[in-house]
Nanobody, 126 residues
Framework: QVQLVESGGGLVQAKESLSLSCTPSFGRFTRGPMAWFRQVPGKERTFVAGITWDNFTTNTADSVKGRFTISRNNAYNIMYLRMNSLEPEDTAVYYC???????????????????WGPGTWVTVSS
């Protein structure tokens, strides 16, 4: 099992930007797609953005399209989520996730992913 670790969360004001990072606590990324999810306490974990191993394909939720960008650098075992024009509605715990099987398909169902980080809080004040 690969343990992932998120970093970069914090408190920002509306319309500001923030970048999150995800790295494995040991070892390397697997060759499957990776994604960012977010969850507000008491609500379901929802898909934010995903990316394939080769960076060829990305997928972004409609709620963040045009504001959030996902990227990954496999040589350095790091995945990013760049978040611009943040809104109070973006406040949540953000999780990175990885699927072990190589695939050109990016699932938006959290149950499809094998490895997770503990999450990092992003709070956007109005």
């Amino acid at each position: 099992q690969v343990q992932l670790v998120e970093s970069g969360g914090g408190l920002v004001q509306a319309k500001e930007s923030l970048s999150l990072s995800c790295t494995p606590s040991f070892g390397r990324f697997t060759r499957g797609p990776m994604a960012w999810f977010r969850q507000v306490p008491g609500k379901e974990r929802t898909f934010v953005a995903g990316i394939t191993w080769d960076n060829f394909t990305t997928n972004t939720a409609d709620s963040v399209k045009g504001r959030f960008t996902i990227s990954r650098n496999n040589a350095y075992n790091i995945m990013y989520l760049r978040m611009n024009s943040l809104e109070p509605e973006d406040t949540a715990v953000y999780y990175c996730a990885g699927e072990r099987a190589q695939s050109s398909y990016i699932p938006d169902d959290p149950f499809e992913y094998d490895d997770w980080g503990p999450g990092t809080w992003v709070t956007v004040s109005s």
